[in-house]
């Protein structure tokens, strides 16, 4: 049974940072892209970032690039999410996912119809 538990999230004033864990289990990580979606009320789901474990590469939405960093630790069977220079525009729920492809990942952050199986959230709050 595929099983991903995200934690990490909490309170954080504007300019600080946070990382985000996300335990996978019941797959094996290079058959599957890692993601990450944040949920803000009232907005929709956003992609965020992917990595392919199988072919090193990585990919991040423009509203994040340059600030947060995607990796992977396998021996841990864990993904993070670095997110330095927080916004409050960054408060949402955070959600780590798989995907059945490791092909197209800036394309599939826009696509979150592409991932399959969604952990339960980690909840993120910057404050100004």
């Known amino acids: 049974e595929v099983s991903l538990v995200e934690s990490g999230g909490g309170l954080v004033q504007a300019g600080g940072s946070l990382r985000l864990s996300c335990v996978v289990s019941g797959f094996t990580f290079d058959d599957y892209a890692i993601g990450w979606f944040r949920q803000a009320p009232g907005k929709e789901r956003e992609g965020v970032s992917c990595?392919?474990?199988?072919?090193?590469?990585?990919a991040y939405s423009d509203s994040v690039k340059g600030r947060f960093t995607i990796s992977n630790d396998n021996a841990k069977n864990t993904v993070y999410l670095q997110m330095n220079s927080l916004k409050p525009e960054d408060t949402a729920v955070y959600y780590c996912?798989?995907?059945?492809?490791?092909?197209?990942?800036?394309?599939?952050?826009?696509?979150?119809?592409?991932?399959?199986?969604w952990g339960q959230g980690t909840q993120v709050t910057v404050s100004s």
């Open positions: 996912a798989t995907r059945n492809s490791n092909w197209y990942l800036e394309r599939s952050l826009s696509n979150p119809w592409e991932y399959e199986y």
């Open positions: 990595l392919s474990s199988k072919f090193g590469n990585t």
